[in-house]
């Protein structure tokens, strides 16, 4: 079965510093997703991408965060200086195009991000 | 704006109780809704969702969920726990405009099974 991957599995960073969160969507899925979810608290949308741009993002999605499909395979999240808040789980997620979303909505194994 | 309310944080069940956890949302139009569980340090799977249909939606692991649109409810239920079901349950709440929008977690419950 088609799956999200996620690299790396674990990140630790100093505080200040910049991070790329680096994810493979399922192929032919045309919807991207990023979710974090700090520990002990529930999965939190920041941002959705289609069609090379942002389609929709969160309050939490602010200027520090950016999302890039570089390559036309990886989807990535940077995040520019990174703060101990950051810490987090952070998932990423595909879907198909039309008549395929509900069907494809798959999550990654997510990248743990430890801000120090 | 759309929330979705999982009212118990901790749940704690022998092996073979029974097993209801309450979900309710708030979107006033049509929703996809789903279960997923998060085992202790791995990621989220997908238990069951309902879009359409029947409202009473068969999982894995034999997990189902009934759909109660008069409630704004999509419950999880299991007739008899295991140990290997303790993890994070969340219910997830979606606009079903499109099924490329994204989801709306609830804060999720935390099953523990004891022998």
């Known amino acids: 079965e088609p799956e999200v991957t996620q690299t790396p599995s674990h990140q630790v960073t100093q505080m200040g510093q910049e991070v790329i969160l680096r994810c493979v969507p399922i192929?032919?899925?045309?919807?991207f997703y990023w979710y974090r979810q700090i520990l002990g608290q529930k999965v939190e949308f920041l941002v959705s991408f289609y069609n090379n741009e942002i389609s929709e993002k969160s309050e939490i999605f602010d200027d520090q965060f950016s999302v890039e499909r570089p390559d036309g395979s990886n989807f990535t999240l940077k995040i520019r200086s990174t703060k101990l808040e950051d810490s987090a789980m952070y998932f990423c997620a595909s879907s198909g195009g039309s008549g395929t979303g509900l069907k494809g909505y798959t999550f990654g194994s997510g990248t743990r991000l430890t801000v120090v | 704006a759309q929330s979705v309310s999982q009212h118990n944080h901790h749940v704690i069940l022998s092996e073979a109780a029974s097993l209801e956890l309450g979900c309710n949302y708030s979107?006033?139009?049509?929703?996809?809704l789903f279960w997923y569980v998060q085992y202790p340090g791995q990621h989220l799977q997908l238990l069951l969702k309902y879009f359409s249909g029947d409202p009473l939606v068969k999982g894995i692991k034999g997990f189902e969920a009934e759909f109660i649109k008069s409630k704004f409810s999509f419950n999880l239920r299991k007739p008899s726990v295991q140990w290997s079901d303790t993890a994070e349950y969340f219910c997830a709440a979606q606009p079903s405009l499109s099924g490329n929008t994204p989801l709306v977690f609830g804060k999720g419950t935390r099953l523990s099974v004891i022998a």
């Open positions: 192929s032919n899925h045309l919807y």
């Open positions: 979107y006033g139009g049509t929703v996809n």
